[in-house]
T-cell receptor, first 112, second 115 residues
Framework: LAKTTQPISMDSYEGQEVNITCSHN???????ITWYQQFPSQGPRFIIQ???TKVTNEVASLFIPADRKSSTLSLPRVSLSDTAVYYC?????????????FGSGTRLQVQP | NAGVTQTPKFQVLKTGQSMTLQCAQD?????MYWYRQDPGMGLRLIYY???????DKGEVPNGYNVSRLNKREFSLRLESAAPSQTSVYFC??????????????FGEGSRLTVL
């Protein structure tokens, strides 16, 4: 299995910027890095995806260094509704990279 | 569009009973996936189908079978349910190679309890 390592949990306050870092030392040359968000009792939903450098969309930014062995999801000015579990994924080498493996994710708790 | 639809949403079984979880997607996606999620844990891949007519094992396939009935539908069957299979089951689909720029779309989940 392709392995990713993330912090188990993080705490923040409303209005702060939150950065969640993920390590993926065995990432393949052609793999993208994808982040998903999951609220309780719901399926995960796509947040952002990137291959290198920086990607930004309306909800987050993704920073990927040149060696691509890690990535950082940045959530600007979080609100209570950003409380969720965040997963970092790369291709699963055991499936020939035809599937993604979810790790345990990072549980983000945003306080008022 | 409905996206990914799973049925049933809730099910209680007794040990040894069998059942089939149904999944259908209306996005013309090529690949489909079944994951399970135990309380407080991440998702684990059970089986996947990279294209119509093919199925492959994931991380935790024991005790399950799947059928890719057509491009739209991917079912998961428990032949003899065990309490260890109590979990929330998620079906997902994707258009292309999700490790190279694709996006997974998930259903709402099916909550299964095995007594």
């Amino acid at each position: 299995l392709a392995k990713t390592t993330q912090p188990i949990s993080m705490d923040s306050y409303e209005g702060q910027e939150v950065n969640i870092t993920c390590s993926h030392n065995n990432i393949a040359t052609n793999d993208y890095i994808t982040w998903y968000q999951q609220f309780p009792s719901q399926g995960p939903r796509f947040i952002i995806q990137g291959y290198k450098t920086k990607v930004t969309n309306e909800v987050a930014s993704l920073f990927i260094p040149a060696d691509r062995k890690s990535s950082t999801l940045s959530l600007p000015r979080v609100s209570l509704s950003d409380t969720a579990v965040y997963y970092c994924l790369v291709g699963d080498e055991d499936t020939g990279r035809r599937a993604l493996t979810f790790g345990s994710g990072t549980r983000l708790q945003v306080q008022p | 569009n409905a996206g990914v639809t799973q049925t049933p949403k809730f099910q209680v079984l007794k040990t040894g009973q069998s059942m089939t979880l149904q999944c259908a997607q209306d996005m013309n996606h090529n690949s489909m996936y079944w994951y399970r999620q135990d309380p407080g844990m991440g998702l684990r891949l059970i089986y996947y189908s990279a294209s119509e007519g093919t199925t492959d094992k994931g991380e935790v396939p024991n005790g399950y079978n799947v059928s890719r009935l057509n491009k739209r539908e991917f079912s998961l069957r428990l032949e003899s349910a065990a309490p260890s299979q109590t979990s929330v089951y998620f079906c997902a689909s994707a258009m292309g190679d999700i490790s190279k720029g694709g996006e997974l779309f998930f259903g709402e989940g099916s909550r299964l309890t095995v007594l």
